[in-house]
């Protein structure tokens, strides 16, 4: 079936420092893809998106990136607050715009301030 | 607008006993899903309902019924709990072009 491997599982960085997370996916109509933050026994929320016809987004000190041909996507966080860390998942449509997500297993950001 | 609502937000079980989660939204989404998160395993999908009137199996739906009782609500059901439904359970709704899902505040099982 399809999936969505997402890279490190555990990621620990200093204040100020910048986090990049990345993710890889399977299936070649996947055009739509969603990065989720979620903290400590809270819901996981949608903080950036890209979609397959652009190769970078950015808001603020967070940035998606998007590379279709090798299938794959990374999120980078720039100077990195200790309200950053969280657990990012990155995520995949199936199918297309339409279709059902597939998530990434999660990385545990923290940052010490 | 509250957005996605799930109840309860605990709940214990016996094995073999039945539940019903209940989710609602009030954003007028077309989409409603429900996923279970289990440590390591990130977000799988039991059930998904893509408008009123229809439902689909997802990644785990053994164990699992669901019903989307209008366009508002989609509810879960457990029907003989078992050790190994121990999970959150989210509710999420989707609308626009690519879907795009927002999460309820989630409810944790445990079953005994």
């Known amino acids: 079936g399809e999936n969505v491997e997402q890279h490190p599982s555990t990621l620990s960085v200093q204040e100020g420092d910048s986090a990049v997370i990345k993710c890889t996916y399977s299936?070649?109509?996947?055009?739509?893809f969603p990065w989720y933050k979620q903290e400590l026994g809270k819901r996981p929320q949608l903080i950036i998106d890209i979609r397959s016809n652009v190769g970078e987004k950015k808001d603020q000190r967070i940035a998606v990136t998007l590379n279709k041909t090798a299938k794959h996507f990374s999120l980078h966080i720039t100077e990195t607050q200790p309200e950053d860390s969280a657990v990012y998942f990155c995520?995949?449509?199936?199918?297309?715009?339409?279709?059902?997500?597939?998530f990434g297993k999660g990385t545990k950001l923290s940052v010490k301030p | 607008n509250a957005g996605v609502t799930q109840t309860p937000k605990f709940q214990v079980l016996k094995t073999g006993q039945s539940m019903t989660l209940q989710c609602a939204q009030d954003m007028n989404h077309n989409s409603m899903y429900w996923y279970r998160q289990d440590p390591g395993m990130g977000l799988r999908l039991i059930y998904y309902?893509?408008?009123?009137?229809?439902?689909d199996k997802g990644e785990v739906p053994n164990g699992y019924n669901v019903s989307r009782l209008n366009k508002r609500e989609f509810s879960l059901r457990l029907e003989s709990a078992a050790p190994s439904q121990t999970s959150v359970y989210f509710c999420a709704s989707a609308a626009g072009e690519y879907n795009e899902q927002f999460f309820g505040p989630g409810t944790r099982l445990t079953v005994l």
């Open positions: 309902s893509a408008s009123e009137g229809t439902t």
């Open positions: 995520a995949a449509s199936i199918g297309g715009s339409q279709g059902n997500l597939i």
């Open positions: 299936d070649s109509a996947s055009n739509y």
